[in-house]
């Protein structure tokens, strides 16, 4: 198997996991059974969201002046917002009904208070972080962060994988950021697993600096885990060629996902971001296995933690070319799939056999060149 590199510090992590018993009472809609996850009725929705509007208006008017200083988790827009969902929102509606009551909740909020604000506030049954891990992104850091931001994010871990420019400074103009700076680089997929033991968060967020993805992009993946879904993944499906002209690391992870009994999954993996993961599953199958994303998933379906395709945003073409990650049997692709490799290799050695196959070869055939 590949060696990575691993350092002391990430046996103990900074603060011990609690689930979810660091709740923010009083914040959260309730979430009971499916029926609490339905879309809010159109035909209703229209009058709810001019409601939430004129409760932002008013809400606005009282904001004080330091307001805009503070981090959104701790803001009185955030508070104020998940207090009037909890009023007046009786069944927690899907994450793009929520984006639309939270859009016209703030725009009512930054009239009152006089304020532009483009911030995201979201009734969270539970805390959230970030991590993000950088490695010489002093062109797009910046702007990840920015919004990260923007999402009710009590912290962002941002772990400087041996950069050599400019991202240090660029990233200590945020406040929310949390830095770990490491001169020489960790190993591929590292940094996730350090900056992971810096976090007790109940839900973690994990993303790159090299893409900047909009913040309406990334809530759905801190909102579905704060479900209670266990992992959120990026939905890379409608990106993907057909089976016949898919590369090989495409077929690893259709293939551990299809014996694993989750065919559903497809191609979809840990090893691509923005992804958001439990705090309890992280705990559960160890910080130190998020070093090999694959094996991490292949761990945690095994031991039957739910994982959800959450909805597509495009990393594909925004992902940064580099020498190591481009061209035919790249550096990056032959660690990708020993990654998947060392995943098997962990499953079998825990005992672990495969579930037997319920599918035909055509049914097999039509699933796997599904878009």
């Not at 793009?96 to 049954?125: H, V």
């Amino acid at each position: 198997m590949r060696k990575r590199s691993r350092k002391s510090m990430l046996a103990p992590a900074r603060r011990k996991r609690g689930g979810r018993r660091a709740r923010q009472r009083g914040y959260a809609i309730s979430v009971r059974g499916s029926a609490a996850m339905m879309p809010v009725n159109r035909a209703e929705e229209g009058p709810l969201l001019e409601a939430a509007r004129q409760a932002g208006l008013l809400a606005g008017a009282c904001a004080m002046p330091e307001e805009a200083e503070v981090l959104l988790h701790e803001s009185q827009l955030q508070r104020t917002f998940a207090d009037w969902c909890a009023a007046h929102v009786k069944k927690r509606p899907d994450i793009q009904a929520m984006l639309r009551l939270s859009r016209s909740y703030t725009s009512g909020y930054a009239q009152g208070s006089g304020r532009k604000d483009n911030r995201i506030p979201l009734p969270l049954a539970g805390s959230a972080a970030a991590v993000v891990c950088a490695s010489n992104e002093e062109d797009t850091l910046g702007k990840v962060l920015q919004q990260l931001e923007r999402l009710p994010l009590r912290e962002v871990i941002v772990v400087l994988n041996g950069c050599r420019d400019q991202s240090y400074p660029v990233a200590r103009k945020h406040r929310i950021a949390s830095l770990l700076h490491f001169p020489d680089r960790l190993g591929h997929d590292v940094g996730r697993s350090v900056g992971a033991a810096m976090t007790s968060a109940d839900t973690v967020l994990f993303t790159d600096g090299d893409v900047a993805i909009s913040a309406e992009e990334l809530a759905p993946f801190i909102y579905k885990v704060d479900e209670g879904v266990d992992a959120a993944l990026n939905d890379l499906n409608p990106y993907l060629p057909l089976f016949a002209q898919q590369d090989e690391v495409t077929r690893c992870k259709s293939f551990l996902n299809t014996v694993l009994g989750h065919p559903e999954l497809g191609a979809n993996s840990l090893t691509a971001v923005p992804h958001a993961l439990a705090g309890h599953l992280i705990a559960d199958i160890g910080i130190g296995q998020l070093m090999v994303p694959p094996k991490a998933q292949a761990l945690a379906l095994a031991k039957g933690y739910r994982f959800a395709l959450v909805k597509p945003v495009d990393v594909i073409t925004a992902n940064r070319k580099r020498p190591g990650n481009t061209g035919a049997g790249n550096a990056v692709a032959d660690l990708i799939i020993g990654d998947h490799a060392e995943a098997l290799h962990a499953l079998l050695g825990t005992g672990w056999t495969p579930p037997s196959s319920a599918g035909s070869r055509v049914e097999v055939a039509l699933r796997r060149n599904a878009r």
